[in-house]
């Protein structure tokens, strides 16, 4: 079925429809009482950006905790390997983290 006869069908099936071409998003078939979808800000579903001082503290803690799986009764040196790089890794977001912040125009 075309393009064409695919909206002439709707347009005639359903007459209390509208076609609405919303912005980033497919053309849409809306209904006599409802509106279209309009773009949602990440305010709205109550996320404003950073978690702060306290995401901070939480990451060494995280940082902590896996450092202490160090100790344990395992025998072989591959998951003492991975819990470092996972921790290195996890050091290196904090310092480019904290670089970010020094050097921003509003730290936060």
Avoid at 29 to 38: F, G, I, S, T, W
Avoid at 55 to 77: K, M, Q, Y
């Amino acid at each position: 079925m075309s393009e064409q006869t695919h909206r002439e069908r709707i347009a005639t099936d359903h007459p209390a429809t509208e076609r609405v071409n919303q912005p980033g998003r497919e053309e849409a078939v809306l209904r006599a009482d409802a509106h279209p979808v309009e773009h949602e800000q990440p305010e709205d579903w109550g996320w404003h950006g950073e978690t702060g001082k306290w995401g901070r503290i939480g990451a060494v803690i995280a940082i902590l905790f896996t450092l202490s799986f160090l100790v344990g009764n395992h025998e072989g040196n591959i998951e003492n390997y991975w819990i470092i790089g996972i921790v290195a890794g996890m050091v290196l977001i904090m310092l480019l983290d904290w670089r970010r912040r020094r050097n921003a125009w509003r730290s936060k």
